[in-house]
């Protein structure tokens, strides 16, 4: 059972525009929520993450929204540029089992 | 610099040979864990390790054994009983404890034909 649903699967935008990547968990005992930022043939890295005290978390032109209720979080690129093109991953995982658990991945292509 | 290395970034097996990948960290974290990622299904994990001299097995670890011997080497071994090994291995590393922040190797690319 996928713990973690991730979508879209690819997205294109228009540069300047705003990216949106949304994902879905299954277990409410998860309390840190990464998101991960992959270039082709890289390991991923680690772009920002919310813990589930907070409704929202800003880092520059990205922000995560976390809606503990409906149990989905989101990843928000502002004014989106090429050189944010890149295979972006949402995760989450719980304190106690330092267990990550991955989304599908989300292609993002980001048009000049 | 810190950082976790792989490799090698590229690997060929025939089938039916075992082979073994390598993963070092320098940054003297606790946890260290390998993932295989295939397109379309995101990262799985395949073990992970919490301390030296223990691990635990992951969503799919079949075909698959770990070492843990040294808290800065975590190589994963690939064995003929794996039957679908051509992937993206992808090791990481965490501080551990409380500390959630996973740190990604750069990957080695492993084709057996």
């Known amino acids: 059972q996928q713990q973690v649903k991730q979508s879209p699967q690819s997205l294109i935008v228009q540069k300047g525009g705003i990216s949106i990547i949304n994902c879905a968990y299954e277990?409410?005992?998860?309390?840190?929520f990464p998101w991960y930022q992959q270039f082709p043939g890289k390991g991923p890295a680690l772009l920002i993450a919310?813990?589930?005290?907070?409704s929202e978390k800003k880092e520059g032109r990205f922000t995560i929204s976390f809606n503990k209720s409906a149990k989905q979080f989101s990843l928000h690129i502002m004014d989106s540029q090429p050189g944010d093109s890149a295979t972006y991953f949402c995760?989450?995982?719980?304190?106690?089992?330092?267990?990550?658990?991955f989304g599908t991945g989300t292609s993002l292509t980001v048009i000049p | 610099d810190g950082g976790i290395t792989q490799s090698p970034k590229y690997l060929f097996r025939k089938e039916g040979q075992n082979v073994t990948l390598s993963c070092e960290q320098n940054?003297?974290?606790?946890?260290m864990y390998w993932y295989r990622q295939d397109p379309g299904q995101g990262l799985r994990l395949i073990y992970y390790s919490q301390i030296v001299n223990d691990f635990q097995k992951g969503d799919i670890a079949e075909g698959y054994s770990v070492s843990r011997e040294k808290k800065e080497s975590f190589p994963l071994t690939v064995t003929s009983a794996q039957k679908n090994p051509t992937a993206f291995y992808l090791c990481a590393s965490s501080i551990g404890g409380v500390t959630y922040e996973q740190y990604f190797g750069p990957g080695t690319r492993l084709t057996v034909t």
């Open positions: 940054l003297n974290h606790d946890a």
């Open positions: 995760a989450a995982s719980l304190m106690r089992g330092n267990q990550f658990y």
């Open positions: 277990n409410t005992a998860f309390d840190y």
């Open positions: 919310i813990r589930p005290d907070v």
